[in-house]
């Protein structure tokens, strides 16, 4: 080969290692902006409710079966789960700064440690929630968040096992796919709101069941499509020539941005709402009256509702959410006629609210009325032509 033709190869070659080195380093960016902002809000929101004793309210707004009284081992796997969820996310970021590593080995050490540790509590609590308290989602989308607990205890041990060995090349491996797979909660969100924005709606599922084949492929693509680009990186960086590794950093750099727009869209649709309502100094309106309703029942509880609305407004906060919320607790608690008469007082204040109408019409579903949940259904989707779970629940009610 002629010096010229070698030397421009060595330099394709260069270049393509640092495009490689550069799409690994901008999606890096990216993880650690949205594993900043995840953590930020489940801390926020789950922790500034403990601080409040406002637990309850706060659970039932995310959770299927989010704080159940009595039930201790239940609401103790939930406390695991989301206290694991945060170190997790934050662990392993820092797990994965190279500074971090090289500046400060002891705690890189210790932190590994404890991602190990809370690896193997946020799966097993999921586990838990998963199979034992039932959640949200069909058959199918347990079996894909399970496969996904059994690979992040299994990359943690196998992290762990090489660290120990002092086998850090593979040890560098088996703790980028714990990274991947414990990112997968982040990834999965991400996914279904990039699916939201696209798609002007949900897309694949069925929104009343939170069931459909969308779901299903999110619920194991979550964690296998970044296994497998993961695989695909590494061997291109290690034995590729410089047309496969531009090609994986080109498909990287794709991914990333997808994955930053998918980031950008939960943050602002679910993740800012959260903490804004987190921060909210006012008294929160819902947990005034599910205090009232369980100590003077319904009556009582919309008579105060209304005094307060007239005379303290500023202090307490009445925005949608906070009777939409309670609602559903109450539904979840089987009381269908305090429920129906919260989401009344819901639709009062919020009469162009297609949501506050699609809530009221579930209850009457579950309170066996099926005149009035049709009426209510109809008035959500006079609201918002878009409500496909309207149009769903309305297809089912007029079934003969
Ligand atoms: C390691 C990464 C994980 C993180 C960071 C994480 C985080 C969370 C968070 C923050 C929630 C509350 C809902 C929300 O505010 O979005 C949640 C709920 C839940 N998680 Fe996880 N999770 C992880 C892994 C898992 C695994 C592996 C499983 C299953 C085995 C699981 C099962 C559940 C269940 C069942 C719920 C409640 C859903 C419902 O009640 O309908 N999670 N998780």
Redesign the pocket.
């Known amino acids: 080969m002629s010096t010229v033709a070698l030397s421009s190869r060595l330099e394709l070659n260069s270049f393509a290692g640092k495009a490689l080195k550069a799409a690994v380093g901008f999606w890096f960016a990216v993880m650690v902006a949205g594993q900043i902002a995840?953590a930020f809000?489940?801390a926020s929101?789950?922790g500034l409710a403990a601080v409040r004793g406002n637990t309850a309210l706060a659970w039932s707004k995310?959770?299927?079966?989010?704080y159940v009284p009595g039930d201790t081992m239940g609401n103790s796997a939930?406390a695991l789960?989301?206290v694991?969820?945060?170190i997790?996310?934050l662990a392993g970021m820092f797990q994965l700064m190279p500074q971090v590593r090289e500046r400060f080995p002891r705690f890189h050490r210790w932190n590994g440690r404890l991602y190990v540790v809370t690896?193997f509590t946020?799966?097993l609590?999921?586990?838990y929630?998963?199979w034992v308290?039932?959640?949200?989602?069909d058959l199918s989308q347990?079996l894909g968040?399970?496969l996904?607990?059994v690979l992040?205890m299994a990359c943690a041990t196998m992290a762990l096992r090489y660290a120990m060995a002092r086998d850090f090349r593979t040890h560098r491996r088996w703790a980028l796919r714990l990274y991947l797979?414990?990112?997968?909660?982040?990834f999965i969100?991400a996914g279904l709101f990039l699916s939201f924005l696209l798609n002007r709606g949900p897309f694949g599922f069925d929104a009343s069941t939170f069931s459909g084949p969308f779901l299903t492929f999110l619920a194991f693509a979550q964690y296998l499509v970044p296994l497998g680009v993961l695989e695909i990186y590494l061997r291109a960086k290690e034995r590729g020539g410089a047309a496969r590794r531009m090609a994986v950093a080109a498909g990287l750099s794709a991914l990333t941005v997808a994955l930053s727009v998918g980031i950008f869209a939960v943050t602002l649709v679910?993740w800012l709402p959260?903490i804004r309502a987190a921060y909210d100094n006012r008294k929160s309106i819902a947990a005034t009256l599910s205090a009232t309703i369980a100590s003077n029942g319904i009556d009582q509880a919309a008579r105060l509702y209304h005094d307060l609305k007239a005379g303290a407004s500023a202090k307490y906060n009445f925005d949608e959410s906070e009777l939409n919320t309670l609602g559903y607790q109450l539904m979840k608690a089987k009381k269908f006629r305090e429920a129906i008469r919260v989401f009344q007082l819901n639709v009062e204040a919020y009469s162009r609210s297609s949501n506050a109408y699609d809530s009221l019409g579930e209850a009457y579903v579950n309170d066996g009325d099926k005149a009035l949940a049709i009426a209510n259904y109809e008035k959500s989707l006079q609201l918002n032509a878009k409500n496909s779970n309207a149009v769903e629940m309305l297809r089912k009610l007029r079934q003969p």
Not at 62 to 66: A, L, S
Not at 133 to 137: D, E, H, I, K, N
Not at 181 to 186: E, F, P, R
């Open positions: 995840f809000t489940v929101y789950y995310h959770f299927t079966h989010g939930v789960h989301l694991s969820a945060v997790v996310i690896a946020v799966s609590a999921g586990l929630m998963t308290r039932g959640s949200v989602g347990h968040s399970s996904m607990a992040i797979v414990v990112s997968a909660s982040l969100r679910a959260s």
